[in-house]
């Protein structure tokens, strides 16, 4: 007899930021996690899985992985969404987990083996002026790093996305019941970044890959104007240029520009992808693989991205958690057409409830050989930490009107 769903609770925990976790287990004793976590909607993906989903998983068979993806996309009529696939997700990273549990293998064994022996990895760095930033860019090549995402301020504003005035740890997410308003002057932008990135360039010599997130802030016309600006930078990437919810535009920046061009994290599905793909209007596909809907869907986006000779490159902020980063490093190891994994890091304390098999050392991340996604929750630690209110910011152009954060 084939084992069955037993329970499939939700943790939320907020050790230095909320995270949600789905825990399911099955009538052989295994334990399943997946990630649930969509930062400043928490408790929506939470009450989505608790009131829906959960009741629903009791009694099924938790090997079949691809039946129950598609019983819980196809099978509810309203599909896609952050909340809902983020929610998707937290179970297919489950099953995955459970199944490589019955087979006693770690998950990239039963995506078809290595192609690779570890995964690059990149972080960020970022510094007010081009001073500090030098300086975060020295202690993440301490650190082993080769490929480093880069943010600078802006002269005349007073915050700018993804980087600390006081060279903090940057987590976007502020707490308290209401987002931070932010200013944002995108000419001011456009006019120093080109020069801050190229004496960054300079500094560091011609070999540490240098990455940059624009955070969806840009018309075409200013991406195609930037990214002609940053070519002798040799960026990586360049990522997010535009919101992309237009994608017949990124044409126009693909003309004018060679900068390679990532896209996708705020995306849910195969068939955002699907025109950025095959027309080869971007270079890397950066879907979280929690939020995209789990391990099965990320595979299936990769494959298209293949044949397309576009490149995975999962999205791995400190709001995707320990879980998500596990799988997302499983299918790095397993994806011939994988390119690098991001990897933003986590407060001290939330290594200690999401104890994982995988590692960081020497600017690459493995998964481990633990069985399944290799995570261990201590609920106990967990449970002392309770859910807190917390935002993304949003932001405002200097007249006030509310522009993409
Ligand atoms: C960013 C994210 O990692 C990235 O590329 O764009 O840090 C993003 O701002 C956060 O995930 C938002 O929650
Ligand atoms: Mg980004």
């Given at each position: ?61 938790p090997?079949?992985?691809?039946d ?33 549990k ?100 300079a ?83 950066r ?22 000779q576009?490149?995975?490159a ?69 449970a002392?930490?309770?859910?807190e ?17």
């Amino acid at each position: 007899m084939s084992a069955t769903i037993v329970a499939a609770d939700v943790l939320v925990t907020s050790p230095g930021r909320n995270l949600v976790t789905l825990k399911i287990t099955t009538s052989d004793g295994l334990v399943g996690w997946g990630d649930a976590t969509l930062n400043g909607r928490e408790l929506a993906v939470a009450s989505y899985l608790r009131d829906h989903v959960c009741p629903i998983l009791v009694g099924r068979d938790p090997a079949m992985v691809e039946d129950t993806w598609q019983y819980l996309y196809r099978g509810v009529y309203w599909r896609r969404g952050p909340v809902t696939m983020a929610a998707i997700g937290a179970v297919d990273l489950a099953l995955w987990d459970i199944k490589g549990k019955v087979c006693g293998q770690p998950v990239y064994q039963l995506l078809g083996g290595r192609v690779r022996d570890r995964i690059l990895s990149y972080t960020h760095a970022t510094g007010w002026d081009v001073a500090a930033l030098l300086d975060a860019v020295a202690a993440q090549r301490e650190r082993g790093f080769r490929a480093v995402r880069v943010q600078t301020g802006v002269p005349g504003l007073e915050s700018v996305y993804g980087v600390t005035k006081d060279g903090g740890a940057y987590e976007p997410a502020g707490r308290g019941v209401a987002p931070v308003e932010e200013t944002w002057d995108t000419a001011a932008y456009l006019r120093y970044l080109p020069g801050a990135l190229a004496e960054v360039r300079a500094a560091v010599g011609p070999e540490l890959e240098l990455l940059h997130d624009a955070h969806h802030r840009l018309t075409p016309n200013q991406a195609a104007r930037l990214g002609k600006a940053l070519e002798p930078v040799d960026l990586f990437w360049l990522e997010d240029v535009t919101p992309a919810e237009n994608q017949d535009v990124l044409r126009r920046v693909r003309e004018q520009t060679t900068v390679p061009l990532a896209i996708g994290e705020v995306f849910t599905s195969v068939w955002e992808f699907q025109q950025l793909i095959t027309e080869q209007l971007i270079d890397f596909v950066r879907a979280a693989v929690s939020h995209v809907g789990g391990i099965t869907p990320l595979r299936r986006i990769a494959a298209l991205a293949e044949v397309w000779q576009v490149w995975l490159a999962p999205h791995g902020p400190s709001d995707v958690s320990p879980i998500a980063l596990a799988a997302a490093t499983h299918v790095g190891l397993a994806t011939p057409n994988f390119a690098i994994q991001e990897y933003m890091g986590y407060p001290d304390r939330v290594h200690e409830v999401f104890r994982h098999a995988w590692t960081y050392a020497d600017g690459h991340l493995h998964p481990g050989d633990a069985p399944g996604l290799g995570i261990e929750v201590d609920e106990a630690l967990a449970a002392r930490f309770p859910y807190e209110p917390a935002y993304l910011p949003v932001a405002r152009r200097l007249d006030g009107t509310l522009t993409d954060w």
